[in-house]
């Protein structure tokens, strides 16, 4: 194939924003591990500029970052489309809701012969996204989803066929997570000696539950006044979750450590980590978690059923249950020997079958089938 005087193919990808974040995260991994010999990437995000986007160009990846506020994503419609006619990609790849319907309607004005969708999460905030998924289906290759309860819901909300979905499952550095030096317990707020750590990472956000780590801490507290919850990541809610802390008197047990760099120093710290999200695709920071040898209690979303069995590898709690979830946290913090079980049978699983290489290589089997009419 190297040989084909028409190669390297330049292929697109498209993002909302490179934010720190799953999605962004998982797009830098899979763009620096295409085979720059069959694959020509240029990146276009929709919002700013940020150090995701440097971390790209040092790889010698161009991006360009439109600088879309929210509000007015739409506005940028036409510099889209002029960049997509300057790259002249023979594959446009999507991520992001945003970006994804944006993607389409540009890549169809700037007629570019096939688009791949990425559907990384079970979007439950609105019929409307839905419907607008379904619209604009025309205009997509295939679409990619994270795992098979993606696939499925997607299938049962936007009656997308089943035959255009392919699922691809998101991969995780594991050397990164397993090889991260813990942090010093004296850094750590209201940490003190024999204490037990409780961690969560993601944004929050409505849809990672974030309230209920609230309840349980409140519940536990009494019960287990040694353990002491870390909440990284900001968002939304976080003026919410200051207040609540407060009202609860939870200052000396739930800490906010706000965005953080050094999530894998953080997960080698802590004894167990607690998800309790509302909707998923295939959380990255549970397969980190695994990779990190850490203890998951997580609710049963999308993408968690692919990568934990229950009682083996993790404890899996139904959605929304806090009472449950509550319990699941008692009973790892009263049996170390239990923890270190289930850390393990989950680490042998994600170092056997969730690299970002095999990710990658995946990514590429579509864009060639595509690209060689195939697919």
Known sequence: MTSDPG????????????????????LVQLVTRLDREKWKPSVIALGKDTELAEQLRSADVPVTCLNATSSRQFSIYPKLVKQMRKINPAIVQTFLFHANILGRMAARSARIPHVVSGIRVAERRGKW???VERWTDRWVSKHVCVSRAVRDFTVEMTRIPAEKMVIIPNGVDVSRFANASPIPSSSLPGYEK????????????QQKGVF??????????????HLKWLLAGDGPLEAEMKTRIDRMKLQQRVHLLGRRNDVAELMQTADLFVFPSRWEGMPNVILEAMAARLPVVSCQVEGVDELLCNQQSGLVIPNGDV??????????????????????????KVSGHFSWDQ????????????FDGDA
């Open 7 to 26: 190669l390297p193919i330049p292929i697109l990808f498209c993002i909302t924003e490179l934010d720190p974040g799953g999605a962004e995260y998982a």
């Open 129 to 131: 996204y839905h419907r």
């Open 194 to 205: 024999g204490d037990l750590i409780a961690l969560f990472v993601g944004r929050l956000d």
């Open 212 to 225: 209920d780590l609230l309840e349980i801490a409140a519940q536990l507290q009494n019960r287990f006044p």
């Open 323 to 348: 009472a449950e979830m509550t319990e699941a946290v008692a009973t790892l913090v009263e049996q170390p020997q239990r923890r270190s079980e289930l850390a393990e049978k989950a680490f042998q």
């Open 359 to 370: 990710t990658a290589s995946q990514y590429q089997q579509l864009y060639q089938s595509l």
